[in-house]
């Protein structure tokens, strides 16, 4: 079961229709429990959160969540204590080496709107550690709260009277359902942007850096079978990305004036030319 049913909706989402995803997802959830399945694997926190509510037996994989320890999903990383383990693709270091990769870039940037969901984990997390980071690299971090797709074209109008000379967008639901509308609005702004999955950039974003979710979906696939072969969920630590990937896109560096030096395509993991 995905929970990342809402990726791929066009801007026009709202709130009744992320309610009626949400009641779907416990109605699914709810349906695999009693069908008494081995193993429930999710993509990421709200699919938990559903198989969790509609099962504390069962063990459930988390491929590619937030953080389970904020929602009450599991005890702490190291030993969830539940039915549920998995991955999370929080890092500690993921914030500063975004903002690192963003410097090399634009060396010249000092104003950086953050873009984030105050009613995400995931974002929430991403947010604080990127807006504590950011004074140390010489960036003044500008909030903007994205909750549902109405907001992003209000949100980038206001970037200008805002000083804002480029854009980190942090892992959230909101950017994703609406990547193709988020990445022309960032591109008529001509406004540099940093995302957390290299989609946004083979859609024609600037870069981006982020946890490998190839790599999470393929350590999901471990947990399933070491569970099938009778270890406990319980037992299993949650594990914090290893892989990590950064992404540029040089068509669109062109198209908004972006100049990225040799020696920054040297260490990006994919150039799209």
Request: net charge positive.
């Amino acid at each position: 079961m995905n929970s990342g049913m809402s990726r791929g909706k066009t801007s026009s989402s709202n709130a009744e229709t992320q309610k009626v995803g949400r009641r779907d997802t416990l109605e699914l959830a709810a349906e695999l429990a009693r069908l008494k399945v081995d193993v429930l694997v999710t993509g990421g926190l709200t699919g938990a959160g559903a198989a969790h509510k509609a099962t504390t037996t069962i063990p459930i994989v988390i491929a590619a969540g937030g953080d389970p320890v904020r929602i009450g999903l599991v005890s702490s990383l190291s030993r969830p204590g539940g039915n549920v383990t998995g991955n999370t693709a929080i890092s500690p270091d993921l914030s500063t080496k975004a903002l690192e990769l963003i410097k090399e870039v634009l060396p010249r940037v000092s104003r950086i709107a953050i873009f984030w969901n105050p009613e995400g984990s995931a974002s929430i997390v991403a947010f604080k550690e990127t807006e504590a980071v950011a004074p140390s690299l010489g960036l003044t971090p500008l909030s903007v709260e994205i909750r549902r797709g109405e907001d992003l074209k209000p949100a980038f109008d206001g970037l200008g009277q805002r000083r804002a000379e480029a854009l980190l967008v942090v892992q959230s639901n909101v950017p994703s359902a609406n990547m193709r509308r988020f990445v022309e609005l960032a591109a008529k702004h001509r406004l540099p942007a940093m995302y957390w999955e290299k989609e946004f950039v083979e859609a024609d974003g600037l870069m981006s850096y982020g946890a490998s979710f190839t790599h999470l979906y393929r350590r999901a696939a471990i947990y399933v079978d070491k569970i099938l072969k009778g270890a406990k969920p319980a037992d299993l630590p949650v594990e914090q990305p290893t892989k990590f990937e950064f992404v540029i896109n040089l068509k669109t560096a062109k198209q908004i004036g972006v100049t990225v030096q040799p020696n920054v395509l040297a260490r990006a993991d994919r150039v799209i030319r």
